[in-house]
């Protein structure tokens, strides 16, 4: 019975210390600075353009040192194509260089004919495909056929879904111009929403060097749509797009950093960049960094290391 006791005893006391471990940390958070965190953070490397990634992830070592961690490493990966990293070929470095859209210029309503716009979105493009030719490239549109991938030859494709690697390869070999995309399950919630579309390669999210690419134009649902009533009534439909992309051999960074402990054991926190929302995943980088400045804040001491890592997902 004494054991028993003794036992029962123990569990509050433990809980205790962790509570008032957790008011201490607790204390030292700001919601306003982590949202700032957040939103910078997003601003700085939301447009997937491996360009500034250099300047995103500079910025993040530096709050990272701010926030208490040491031992901040900026890990340089090449992202050419064809450099492996764990399982995953490191995708080439991608640009969007300059203002790209999708206009119909067939018969339209005036004020609908732009259908797609990296102002009005810079989701509008999709991220790593190919260019256009300068100037553009004009052409009727059609929709995808698999089973007469022919009739897309000098024809822009209508597509609903993301265009896997099964669907932009044969269509990029059949000769189409491009791909105009769209997601109908999303406009069930929000028809003049834009996607983002990333999952275009052969064999996963990225092309390989070498696969050809065809510029893809991501547009909203009630867009898309309309498009498709006017095929379905055997109307014609000509676009004209300038899609202003680069691919090329570049770099990518794994950053990482240190809160140390009085063991060398490590316990880890992930959260992956590079990618264009809030919540996926600004937040989940900016929520680690403000548990490192938690930390410092209330002096405690920890027992075993804590180590962050941010990398591609």
């Known amino acids: 019975m004494q054991g028993t006791e003794a036992k029962k005893l123990e569990k509050p006391t433990g809980k205790k210390m ?3 471990i957790f008011d201490s940390i607790s204390q030292n958070y700001s919601e306003e600075r982590f949202r700032r965190d957040t939103k910078e953070f997003n601003r700085l490397e939301g447009s997937v353009c491996h360009s500034d990634f250099d300047r995103s992830t500079a910025w993040l070592a530096e709050q990272l040192i701010e926030a208490g961690f040491s031992a901040v490493e900026r890990i340089e990966l090449a992202a050419d194509g064809v450099t492996s990293a764990c399982d995953a ?3 080439e470095a991608w640009d969007l260089t300059a203002h790209s859209y999708l206009d119909v210029v067939s018969e339209w309503p005036e004020n609908e004919r732009r259908i ?3 102002v009005e979105t810079m989701l509008a493009a999709a991220t790593w495909c190919g260019a256009t030719p300068p100037g553009g490239s004009t052409g009727e549109l059609v929709a995808y056929d698999p089973e007469h991938l ?3 030859c000098g ?3 209508l597509y609903e879904g993301v265009p896997v690697g099964s669907i932009n390869q044969p269509l990029a070999r059949a000769g189409a111009l491009g791909i105009v995309v ?3 399950r999303q406009g069930n ?3 003049d929403a834009t996607r983002w579309m990333n999952n275009q390669g052969t064999w996963g999210w990225y092309y390989l060097k070498g696969e050809p690419r065809l510029p893809i134009f991501v547009i909203s649902s009630r867009r898309a749509l309309a498009l498709k009533a006017s095929l379905d009534r055997s109307e014609k439909v000509v676009l004209h797009g300038v899609m202003n992309t680069r691919h090329y051999d570049g770099k990518v960074y794994t950053v990482t950093a240190l809160l140390p402990g009085e063991s060398k054991e490590e316990f880890g926190l992930f959260a992956h960049m590079y990618e264009p929302f809030l919540s996926d ?7 680690c960094i403000e548990i490192g400045r938690m930390v410092k804040a209330s002096g405690i001491r920890l027992r075993k290391s804590l180590r962050v890592l941010f990398s591609m997902e």
């Open 150 to 152: 022919e009739n897309a």
């Open 281 to 287: 995943d600004a937040s989940g980088v900016a929520a």
């Open 89 to 91: 070929i490191m995708p």
């Open 182 to 184: 769209t997601d109908l």
């Open 116 to 118: 797609a716009d990296t």
């Open 155 to 157: 024809k822009w494709v």
């Open 18 to 20: 962790l509570e008032k």
């Open 189 to 191: 919630c929000n028809p």
